[in-house]
């Protein structure tokens, strides 16, 4: 069953109340409490994957808040990952992520749609990177190697 989403302020409209100083200032004052795997499945068609042939990757998140307090927060990071090879699906990973996080400072909406929008998934990938490979190769299938996320702004988005 899914927790209850909280309403994350539009992305614009935070950013216009929230300069990048002071969204600084309030990350610093942030403490990651956890990331925890709520969910996984995945699939492989093997006999579609040809020694040789690069399996092309497209890598989708959707993110929410599920909890907001005045001092924490939790948010849900949902990735899929689908490989393809000759625009057929030969893997599929999907895989969501919970961060709990705690403020010293009152965590404002804006610093919480802002932190969900690119700050959130710095924190995840290092896990999905690990998570996609190991869990391909024991799938019996080519591991996938998740490039570096050099900015958050490559992933495919959309807010729930």
Same mark, same amino acid.
């Given at each position: ?43 492989? #068609?093997?006999?579609? /994957? ?8 497209? !890598?989708?998140?959707? *993110? +929410? %808040? ?33 961060? #709990?996080?705690?403020? /010293? ?8 749609? !802002?932190?969900?929008? *690119? +700050? %959130? ?40």
């Amino acid at each position: 069953m899914n927790p209850p989403t909280v309403q994350l302020v539009d992305f614009e409209s935070a950013r216009s109340k929230l300069s990048p100083e002071d969204y600084r200032k309030s990350l610093d004052q942030v403490t990651l409490l956890g990331i925890t795997l709520e969910r996984l499945d995945a699939v492989a #068609d093997r006999e579609a /994957i040809v020694p040789g042939n690069s399996i092309r990757l497209q !890598i989708f998140r959707e *993110f +929410s %808040a599920i909890s907001a307090e005045p001092q924490s927060a939790g948010l849900v990071l949902a990735y899929t990952i689908t490989g393809t090879v000759q625009k057929k699906r030969v893997v599929q990973i999907k895989a969501t992520y919970r961060l #709990d996080l705690a403020s /010293i400072a009152e965590l404002s909406p804006e610093f919480i749609s !802002i932190y969900a929008r *690119f +700050s %959130a998934d710095i924190n995840v990938w290092p896990y999905l990177r690990e998570l996609a490979d190991s869990l391909t190769r024991r799938m019996n299938v080519p591991g996938l190697t998740l490039p570096l996320l050099k900015s958050p702004s490559v992933l495919n988005r959309r807010t729930k």
